[in-house]
């Protein structure tokens, strides 16, 4: 006897498909997080590996100008492109280890304050986010004010 579809789950397989298309971000599958825990890893070696390189401010400079080039062109991605939104994701990584790294080497801040300051404003986004959105489901990233949020 072969599988039967209903119509409820023909609509949630139509609307998943419909989400699928018009996302601007990947499915959080292990794979996702495999290369997610990867680009970490890149952003700290490749800002240490700037930083001696270059020099701090410069490293941080460009850093930052890649950062914002990076943001721009995912923001005008009108679907998730791999190579656009993995690029970001890295330059969140390589420009978010320099600011940890200033913040600690060049004021002196503890590692722990300036971790428990990251987590605290992360909570805050997702707490507005989540008020603002009514959702926190990447799966609904789409673009616009979500995509700022993400």
Same mark, same amino acid.
């Given at each position: 006897?072969?599988?039967?579809?209903?119509?409820?789950?023909?609509?949630?397989?139509?609307?998943?498909?419909?989400?699928?298309?018009?996302?601007? #971000?990947?499915? #959080?599958?292990? #794979?996702?997080?495999?290369?997610?825990?990867?680009?970490?890893?890149?952003?700290?070696?490749?800002?240490?590996?700037?930083?001696?390189?270059?020099?701090p401010v410069p490293a941080v400079a460009a850093a930052g100008l890649l950062l914002v080039a990076a943001l721009v062109a995912q923001?005008?991605?009108?679907?998730?492109v791999p190579a656009v939104y993995w690029f970001a994701v890295v330059m969140v990584s390589v420009f978010g280890t320099m600011a940890a790294d200033v913040a600690h080497v060049a004021l002196g801040v503890p590692y722990a304050v300036s971790a428990a300051a990251f987590a605290l404003a992360l909570a805050l986004v997702f707490t507005v986010w989540r008020r603002a959105e009514g959702t926190l489901a990447v799966e609904t990233v789409s673009g616009g004010r979500r995509e700022v949020f993400y």
């Open positions: 006897m072969g599988a039967t579809t209903t119509p409820r789950a023909h609509r949630r397989a139509h609307a998943q498909a419909v989400r699928s298309a018009v996302s601007k #971000v990947p499915e #959080v599958t292990a #794979v996702f997080w495999i290369v997610k825990i990867l680009t970490t890893g890149m952003g700290e070696t490749t800002s240490d590996y700037l930083a001696r390189t270059l020099g923001a005008r991605a009108r679907r998730y």
